[in-house]
Structure formats: C-alpha cells, structure tokens
C-alpha cells in the first residue's frame, strides 16, 4: 500500500511544542516531575523518607509557585490544540492552589506524625490534587475539565479516608466517593449533550455555536447545561446538594479539611467561572434563558446561605460548624457569580473573596490540627474552654481568623464581603445581598462563640493532653495571619491583582 | 449514515432490560452477569455504527479485563451472602424513586423530541476515515495529535487510582516511636 497517498487527520501545526509553550506549561511540568521524584523517593530504603519525601514536595511545589508568578503577566497561550490555556486567570488560580497545597503540607507534618499515619504516598496525592485543580482552572476543553476534575476528586477520596483505623474517616471517604461518583457522571452526561447539540467540547467553539444561534437554544442545550451546572453545585455543596459535606468534613483528617475548603472549592469556582462565561452566561444567551438560569442561581444561593448559617448555630464540633459555614460561604460566593456578569467590575470581587477565603480557612484548619488529639477529637467547643491561657499565640490567630470568616474589619474577609456586596448592589441585587447581610450577622454568633470559650471559660482540667509544637505551625499559621491582616489593612493591591487577572480572561 | 433501526432497539432494548437487572437483581454475581450482556450489547451499538475498533475494545477491556475483575472481587469478599433485601426500604422511598425516574424518563423523551439537530456531519465521518485508512489509524492519529492531553491526563488518572490504593491498604507508618 502506497502510504504517502494516503490522508491523514493528524494536523502538523499539532505536532510542534516550542518553547514558548513549554515555558507556558512550566507550572504543570514542576508539579509533574515532583510527583515522579518523590514517588521514587517513597520507595527508597536507605533514606529518611519522611524528611526527603516532605522537603522535596515543598521544593517542587515552591517551583511550581514560582513558574506561576511568572507567567501572571504573560499574554495568554493555547497549549495541546487549544484544550488548555494559559493566561492570568490560571496563574492566579495555580498560585492559589500551590499556595494551599504548600500550607496544608506544613500544618499536616506533626499532625501525621501524630495520628500515626505518616506515609509518603500523602505528599503525593496532596501535589495529584493541586495538580488536578490547576488543570481544572486553566482547561478550555470539557473533556480535559472532566479528567482533571477526576484526578482532584480522586485523590481528595483517598486522602478523606487516611486515618484508615478511624470509622468515622472511611466512612466519610466512602459517602464521598460515592456521591461525588455520582454527581461527577452527571456532569459528564451534561457534556455529552453539548456536545450532541454543538459538535464540540471546546467551550471557546460552544460560546461560538451560542452566538450564531443568538442565544435561542434547543431545550437539549438548556438541560446540558442544568446538568452541569448540577455538578458544579455538588463540588461546591450548595444547598440542596450539601448533605456529604458535613460528614466528610467532620470525618476527614483536619488538615486535609482545610485543604477541602481552600482547594476544592476554589477549583470548582475557578471552573465555574470559566465554563459559565463561555457557555453564554451574562453575554451571548437570549433574555428568556439568562433570566431563567439567573432565578435557579438566585434560589440555590439563597437557600445555601439561610440553611448553611442557621445549621451552623446548632454546631458543637468544631469541624461540623465550620462545614457549615463553609456550605455559606458557597452561598456568598454564588452571589459574586450572579452578580459578576451585570456589573463592571466583573468577578474581581469572587476572586478576593475567594483568596480571603482561602486564608482565613486554612489558617483556621493549621490551628485545628494542631489542637486535635491523637484520634482526632478533642475539636469541640468544651475543648477549647480556657484554651486562650495554654496557648496565648494560637489563640489571638483564631481569633483572627474568627473575625475575617464573620467580615468584620480589619480583616481579609471583611474587604472580602465588603467589595462583593457592594459589586451585588451596583448589579442590582438589592434583595439577594439584604438577605446576605443578615445571613452573614447571624454567622456573627457562632463565630464568636467559639471566641468566648477560648477566653472567657475556665480550663477544663482533665484535658491535659501534651501537644508536640513544631516550627511548621507556626510557619503556616503566622504566614495566615500576616495575609489575613495585611491584605485586610492595605486592600489595593489585592483588588488590583484581581481586576487585572479578570482582564485577562 | 443510515443504521438499521430494527437492530439499533434490539441492542438498545437488551441493553435496558439487563442495566435493570443490574440494579434489581439480589446476588452481585447476577448482577455481574447482567452487567456483561449490556456491555456486549453496547459493543454491538459500536458495530452498527461503523466503530469496530471501539466495538472490539469495548468487548476486551469492559466484558473481557474489568468484569473478571468484578467477579474476582465478588468472590474473594464472598459477597454473595449478604443479600439486598428491597422489602425493608419503605414504601415513600420507592414511591418517590419510581416518581423522579418518570419524570427523568419523561422529560428526556419531550427534549430530545423538541430538540432539532442542527448540526452537520462532524470532521470525522465516515468516508473520511476510510480516505485516511480505517478506524485504528484515524483513532490512533488522532489520539496522538489532538487529543493528546485528555490521553496523557488520562494516564496521570490512573497514576492517582493506583498510588489512592497503595495508600488504602498500606500497613507500616513511617512513625519511629510506638
């Protein structure tokens, strides 16, 4: 057979990877290669593992940080025909990632140790993870979002389920993975309708598609994208879709529920975003059906924020509350993506809010798994009676941290709310952001409950349980601190860095 | 391309009739052995459409690697004593399960009749592949040109999978003391 004859679908211009999308990938690439080191660190024998293995993960992750850094002033790139991107808005998000993988590596070191459950293979599916949230926030492609959002979940299950001796942890790994299977394929059959509707799973040829039919959808459309949205709402566990959170927050071991808050949840934002916006939300749908995904928005975000921050008043456990109020914090971030298509600023707000968010829970979740016992309890709020005269420092960083969840100056969350409340008002949300102001009042009283344990009970006396202290809290949580007070003093270059990285995409 | 509609819901019908029986029926290993006739009833799908490559594979990995696989399993964990009783669940749960898979059922059948399918024949149709030189080649090529990053991610999914189960059933920490 003559081959040179013979077609072919393979286009040479897909061959080529230069070194400008080399460099565009470097972010990816460090977290790659960290993954393969320490994976080959793991099985070395005559080596201290738990030292290399950890130190390596830092260093790979601390690279991977810094490539990100760089390329945030880059002009966007279009890596492996056109399925991912690189530009502002996934540095952005891959700093973000990193950065929380990076402090949950650090307050999880003694916390291991600990528990006893220090194995190698925790790095490793700690960098999987982050590795899957930056795939998931730089994709342009529906196929890639879908594996990378698999890859994140992945190893999210293993990593809620590694206090393997504890029930309550497998448990919270099994309900996990079994809802977040579930909701994952329901996801994927909302791709698969697109696709039968517009031939493509490209978002970018999708918003196209949307545009030549002006926004007049066939129905086929309008319930892919419900279904999507769908799994969205799941990973960010919105109201009604939020019955694992709880459980799995409470079952999981604290630092991974910290790296829960953070990561996930901003993974699933970024995404939200990206795929939102170019599906047609805000710009190419007709009136009918933007007014109609705007109501189903407005009703979801809503509902999340009224039963997340009423559930939370009833919370002893510390965990459990914080789950809950995390399931509100969905809810104020919902109202930054109703809001970020009617106004001029854009989603700039989200993204603070995000970043504030980001913050003040892992710094929180740093100071819990410090404070947990060897089986992970000791996290209620009895425990924590007098707990301002055993350890002074942690306890002002709580209450630091206290006071940024609640939005009160001068802290992160404060200019947080602030910003994307205002932006709300200046898209005409008027009655969604009365509702969250209240909501976010009543979230006041659980906050600074746990405030007046800390510093107005007296110390239980049998609890006196020693607690190794090691320089990596302290790392983790000062670094928190300092972020939570300084961007919440000198706000500018915070809504700066947002609003250019929202330019960008 | 036209696919014959007689053979298209004989597969589809078994298909169905064996995914319930999947769910419904009381022992895994029934449902194991249901679970092989959907899949080869999906592979036939495959056929009908001219993809016999994916037809073949679909037949190697799912019915051939993974279901032996699930039978292993079944067997080592002797699930087979443990039987689902379905008479326990109360009659509201039924109730409403049998309400949503109505509306489900119902709602798809309305949108996919009010959908008109505006689209054309996709870059890969038929005649094309067979310029290019059959299935294997054109998934091949292309699997290597365009679709190389859902390829390879795919392979750093199965990375997480394998490193998830290490972690799962590993026995010795790290930890000097205890």
Same mark, same amino acid.
């Given at each position: 057979m003559n081959m040179g004859n013979m077609m072919s679908f393979i286009k040479p211009e897909l061959l080529v990877f230069n070194n400008l999308m080399f460099k565009s990938s470097a972010p990816y690439l460090w977290v790659l290669l960290g993954i393969a080191f320490v994976i080959v660190l793991s099985v070395l024998n005559k080596i201290n593992k738990k030292w290399f293995v950890f130190i390596f993960m830092l260093v790979f992750a601390c690279l991977g940080v810094r490539s990100a850094f760089q390329l945030m002033n880059e002009p966007a790139v279009l890596l492996f025909n056109q399925m991912l991107v690189s530009d502002s808005f996934g540095s952005f998000f891959n700093i973000l990632f990193l950065g929380s993988a990076i402090i949950t590596a650090l307050s999880s070191f003694r916390y291991l140790d600990k528990q006893e459950i220090q194995h190698p293979e925790y790095y490793i599916l700690l960098l999987l993870s982050s590795l899957g949230m930056m795939l998931m926030a730089s994709a342009l492609d529906l196929?890639?979002?879908?594996?990378?959002?698999?890859?994140?979940?992945? /190893?999210?299950?293993?990593?809620?389920?590694?206090?393997?001796?504890?029930?309550?942890?497998?448990?919270?790994?099994?309900?996990?993975?079994?809802?977040?299977?579930? /909701? =994952?394929?329901?996801?994927?059959?909302?791709?698969?309708?697109?696709?039968?509707?517009?031939?493509?799973?490209?978002?970018?040829?999708?918003?196209?598609?949307?545009?030549?039919?002006?926004?007049?959808?066939?129905?086929?459309?309008?319930?892919?994208?419900?279904?999507?949205?769908?799994?969205?709402?799941?990973?960010?566990?919105?109201?009604?879709?939020?019955?694992?959170?709880?459980?799995? $927050?409470?079952?999981?071991?604290?630092?991974?529920?910290?790296?829960?808050?953070?990561?996930?949840?901003?993974?699933?934002?970024? /995404?939200?975003?990206?795929?939102?916006?170019?599906?047609?939300?805000?710009?190419?749908?007709?009136?009918?059906?933007?007014?109609?995904?705007?109501?189903?928005?407005?009703?979801?975000?809503?509902?999340?924020?009224?039963?997340?921050?009423?559930? /939370?008043?009833?919370?002893?456990?510390?965990?459990?509350?914080?789950?809950?109020?995390?399931?509100?914090?969905?809810?104020?971030?919902?109202?930054?993506?109703?809001?970020?298509?009617?106004?001029?600023?854009?989603?700039?707000?989200?993204?603070?809010?995000?970043?504030? $968010?980001?913050?003040?829970?892992?710094?929180?979740?740093?100071?819990?798994?410090?404070? =947990?016992?060897?089986?992970?309890?000791?996290?209620?709020?009895?425990?924590?009676?007098?707990?301002?005269?055993?350890?002074?420092?942690?306890?002002?960083?709580?209450?630091?941290?206290?006071? =940024?969840?609640?939005?009160?100056?001068?802290?992160?969350?404060?200019?947080?709310?602030?910003?994307?409340? $205002?932006?709300?008002?200046?898209a005409g949300e008027v009655s969604l952001v009365v509702i969250s102001v209240l909501c976010s009042a009543v979230s006041v009283y659980y906050y600074l409950r746990v405030l007046v344990y800390v510093y107005m009970r007296d110390e239980v006396s049998s609890f006196g349980e020693q607690r190794s202290l090691s320089i990596f809290y302290h790392f983790a949580v000062g670094l928190m601190v300092i972020c939570t007070l300084q961007w919440g003093l000198m706000p500018s270059s915070l809504l700066q860095i947002a609003k250019k990285v929202v330019m960008s995409f | 391309m036209e696919i014959s509609p007689f053979f298209f819901y004989l597969f589809a019908g078994i298909a169905i009739t064996f995914s319930l029986f999947v769910v419904f029926s009381k022992s895994p290993i029934s449902s194991a052995f249901s679970l092989i006739v959907v899949f080869f009833c999906f592979a036939a799908i495959y056929a009908l459409l001219e993809a016999h490559l994916i037809a073949a594979l679909q037949i190697l990995v799912y019915a051939g690697a993974i279901m032996v696989l699930f039978v292993f399993v079944i067997m080592l964990l002797g699930a087979d004593k443990e039987v689902l009783d379905f008479k326990k669940s109360s009659i509201l749960?039924?109730?409403?399960?049998?309400?949503?898979?109505?509306?489900?059922?119902?709602?798809?059948?309305?949108?996919?009749?009010?959908?008109?399918?505006?689209?054309?024949?996709?870059?890969?149709?038929?005649?094309?592949?067979?310029?290019?030189?059959?299935?294997?080649?054109?998934?091949?090529?292309?699997?290597?040109?365009?679709?190389?990053?859902?390829?390879?991610?795919?392979?750093?999914?199965?990375?997480?999978?394998?490193?998830?189960?290490?972690?799962?059933?590993?026995?010795?920490?790290?930890c000097v003391h205890k």
């Open positions: 196929i890639v979002l879908f594996i990378a959002l698999e890859i994140m979940s992945l /190893a999210v299950y293993v990593l809620v389920g590694f206090r393997r001796h504890d029930r309550k942890s497998n448990e919270a790994a099994l309900k996990y993975f079994i809802l977040g299977s579930v /909701a =994952s394929v329901i996801f994927l059959y909302g791709v698969a309708l697109l696709y039968g509707v517009t031939a493509t799973t490209q978002i970018r040829e999708i918003l196209k598609h949307v545009h030549a039919s002006q926004g007049a959808m066939s129905p086929l459309f309008v319930i892919g994208v419900g279904l999507i949205l769908f799994g969205f709402l799941f990973k960010v566990a919105c109201v009604p879709l939020h019955m694992w959170m709880p459980d799995v $927050y409470e079952g999981a071991p604290a630092p991974i529920t910290g790296f829960m808050t953070a990561g996930l949840k901003t993974a699933a934002f970024a /995404a939200f975003i990206r795929v939102f916006t170019s599906l047609g939300y805000g710009t190419a749908f007709s009136v009918q059906l933007q007014n109609h995904f705007h109501d189903l928005l407005w009703v979801f975000a809503v509902a999340t924020m009224v039963v997340g921050n009423l559930v /939370a008043l009833l919370q002893t456990n510390l965990k459990r509350m914080l789950a809950y109020s995390s399931i509100a914090h969905s809810g104020y971030l919902l109202v930054g993506i109703l809001s970020g298509c009617l106004n001029q600023e854009g989603y700039a707000p989200l993204l603070v809010y995000l970043m504030a $968010y980001i913050v003040m829970n892992l710094g929180v979740f740093a100071i819990l798994s410090f404070l =947990s016992s060897r089986d992970d309890t000791g996290l209620s709020l009895y425990d924590l009676s007098g707990l301002s005269r055993r350890h002074p420092v942690f306890s002002f960083c709580l209450a630091v941290f206290l006071f =940024s969840m609640a939005g009160l100056p001068p802290t992160v969350g404060f200019v947080g709310k602030y910003w994307l409340f $205002y932006s709300a008002v200046q | 749960l039924k109730f409403s399960a049998v309400l949503f898979c109505g509306i489900g059922v119902g709602g798809f059948t309305w949108v996919l009749n009010h959908s008109p399918i505006l689209i054309g024949a996709g870059p890969h149709s038929l005649e094309k592949i067979k310029m290019v030189g059959g299935n294997t080649r054109a998934i091949s090529e292309l699997l290597f040109s365009e679709y190389v990053l859902p390829f390879e991610l795919t392979s750093i999914l199965l990375l997480v999978g394998i490193i998830g189960c290490v972690a799962i059933v590993k026995r010795k920490s790290l």
